[in-house]
């Protein structure tokens, strides 16, 4: 069963909500979900939701987005198939996690990609996801620190059931090409299921998160999914450049780079990150 051609589930909305939450198994992630057939953008309604409606772990998807925000005010081409979803979290934690919240979506769909299909995903730093580096998930994640009550909502980019050429065409991300599930599985992906998958994978982790010391470990689980370690790399922050090979990922989450001048920068801001073959 391919939800989306499913049309009838789609617009019930009750009826969708039904299913997703007697499959899931979470606490409190996905226990609230907003659904429609289209948005500007899950991520401005996720965020312009108001304080009594943004209850933590509240999902907004939409089927399709006629203004999908990528990364640095990026476009991102969100056609119907693909999976658009805004995940709302009222932390208690420092902001200083907030990078660890990017590793955390990026790791729940590498673990979801690969229970639904098989598939290996690699991760690039911060919070791409990459099959036979090609771009098939970015996260988004944006904060709302102005009132008391904290708010973030994260982002998920998924090109699921999807052409790669209707959205390669329009692509502005940064050096990659993009992949869709659809194309590396060669038949469409059961999209509740995967839905179900991310969320408990995404709780599973954030509770590690607020879990003292657990960071190290959402830190080894990113460097094990990842193939960035020894290769050439370039990071522009701005107008800055840096030239040399990934080493490592810091305790706070930074990018350790070896230069080429033999220095090691930590890097944590950043515009673009390339990788290179
Ligand atoms: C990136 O640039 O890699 C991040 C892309 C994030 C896209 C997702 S789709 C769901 C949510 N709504 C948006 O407008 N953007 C994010």
Redesign the pocket.
């Given at each position: 069963m391919i939800w989306w051609d499913d049309y009838m589930i789609l617009l019930d909305e009750p009826n969708f909500k039904t299913r997703l939450s007697k499959l899931l198994r979470t606490s409190r992630i996905g226990k609230s979900i907003f659904l429609f057939n289209e948005l500007d953008?899950?991520?401005?309604y996720a965020m312009t939701l108001p304080n009594s409606e943004s209850l933590h772990g509240t999902i907004v998807i939409a089927k399709n987005?006629n203004m999908?925000?990528?990364?640095i005010g990026?476009t991102?081409i969100?056609p119907e198939g693909g999976l658009?979803?805004?995940i709302i979290f009222r932390p208690n934690f420092s902001v200083d996690n907030i990078i660890f919240l990017q590793f955390i979506g990026a790791l729940a769909v590498v673990n979801a990609i690969h229970e639904i299909t098989k598939i290996d995903c690699k991760l690039k730093w911060p919070?791409?996801v990459l099959i036979n580096e090609k771009k098939v998930c970015?996260?988004?994640v944006d904060v709302n620190l102005e009132n008391e009550n904290k708010k973030i909502v994260m982002?998920?980019?998924l090109n699921a059931n999807i052409d790669s050429s209707s959205i390669n065409n329009f692509l502005n991300n940064g050096n990659l090409k993009a992949t869709t599930l659809k194309e590396e599985c060669g038949n469409d992906i059961d999209l509740l299921f995967l839905i179900k998958s991310i969320l408990e994978k995404l709780e599973h982790y954030y509770d590690a998160l607020l879990s003292r010391g657990k960071t190290l470990e959402i830190i080894d689980s990113w460097k094990e999914k990842s193939e960035m370690f020894g290769k050439k790399t370039i990071v522009y922050d701005g107008n800055e450049k840096f030239m040399g090979h990934v080493i490592d990922i810091a305790q706070n989450g930074a990018l350790v780079m070896k230069l080429t001048d033999g220095s090691v920068k930590d890097i944590i801001y950043y515009s673009d990150v390339s990788i290179q073959t």
């Open positions: 953008s899950t991520q401005d987005q999908g925000k990528g990364r990026r991102w969100s658009w979803m805004s919070n791409d970015g996260i988004l982002g998920i980019g």
